[in-house]
């Protein structure tokens, strides 16, 4: 096994690690977890309510590569909300993790 200098895909850091596994440090990963829960209850307690990836990552006071990084991992979908121009709406997407 090698370990390689990766780059945390929630924080951006860099970090030494296996390469090939979801790269996310130590520091992120509780981080990852409970930010995960946050939103997700957010969208379940406002299923009418749209919420774009900015003012989720402003409702929780973090980046939005954080948000950006559930959607990559299909934990979030964006759907473009109807009238809103360039607006996507972050749904939550049903899969267990
Ligand atoms: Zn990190």
Same mark, same amino acid.
């Given at each position: 096994?090698?370990?390689? =200098? $990766?780059?945390?895909?929630?924080?951006?850091?860099?970090?030494?690690?296996?390469?090939?596994?979801?790269?996310?440090?130590? @520091? &992120?990963?509780?981080?990852?977890?409970?930010?995960?829960?946050?939103?997700?209850? =957010? $969208?379940?307690?406002?299923?009418?309510?749209g919420f774009t990836v900015?003012?989720?990552?402003?409702?929780?006071?973090?980046? @939005? &590569?954080?948000?950006?990084?559930?959607v990559?991992?299909?934990?979030f979908q964006l759907s473009r909300a109807n009238g809103l121009a360039n607006s996507e709406i972050v749904k939550?997407?049903?899969?267990?993790?």
């Amino acid at each position: 096994m090698s370990f390689d =200098l $990766i780059m945390c895909s929630f924080c951006g850091k860099a970090f030494v690690g296996v390469k090939g596994h979801k790269p996310i440090c130590d @520091e &992120c990963k509780s981080d990852e977890d409970s930010l995960y829960k946050k939103v997700r209850t =957010l $969208i379940r307690d406002h299923p009418d309510k749209g919420f774009t990836v900015p003012e989720v990552a402003r409702l929780f006071d973090v980046e @939005e &590569c954080k948000i950006n990084y559930f959607v990559g991992q299909g934990m979030f979908q964006l759907s473009r909300a109807n009238g809103l121009a360039n607006s996507e709406i972050v749904k939550e997407f049903l899969k267990d993790i």
